[in-house]
């Protein structure tokens, strides 16, 4: 199968997995030593390592998922993704970089829907036995002001 597609499908389960649970699957879209990031659009520009999540092995994914359900305290909410067509960056063996554009929607309880987070995934996938993995996720947020709720992964 082509590798946009295969990518094409990955992000959709992704964000389902997110949207509408269980969120204890999302980590197992990642390689185990994978790496994901939250950041800003001027951070990612100016190449800033910083980031407002960080984490470098699907093990540290696994506890930020432990870590929702059980330790951190905060207000019920969900998303909903919206995602453009995954553009291919570039392919090399059986590593495929890619950018797709995102719009993430909260719901909070019985309140209303507001418009959480726009910006971009910049990936880099890994392509091995007809399924695409995540060696790296960098969620390129395209504001510098970021809801202080980010609990839940993008």
Not at 45 to 60: F, S, Y
Not at 97 to 122: C, H, K, M, Q, W
Request: proline fraction near 5%; include cysteine; aromatic fraction near 8%.
């Amino acid at each position: 199968m082509d590798s946009s597609v295969l990518i094409g499908l990955a992000q959709a389960r992704y964000v389902r997995c997110i949207d509408d649970g269980p969120l204890e699957v999302w980590p197992d879209f990642f390689t185990d030593d994978c790496r994901y990031r939250v950041t800003t659009a001027d951070n990612y520009r100016r190449g800033l390592p910083a980031g407002l999540i960080w984490a470098d092995t699907k093990g540290m994914l696994k506890d930020r998922v432990s870590a929702l359900r059980e330790a951190n305290i905060y207000e019920p909410h969900s998303y909903r993704h919206m995602l453009g067509q995954p553009a291919i960056l570039a392919e090399s063996g059986h590593e495929v970089d890619s950018e797709t554009a995102f719009l993430v929607l909260r719901i909070t309880g019985n309140g209303p829907t507001d418009v959480f987070a726009s910006g971009r995934y910049v990936d880099r996938y890994l392509i091995e036995d007809g399924k695409a993995l995540l060696s790296e996720r960098i969620v390129v947020c395209d504001s510098s002001e970021i809801d202080t709720l980010l609990a839940l992964p993008l």
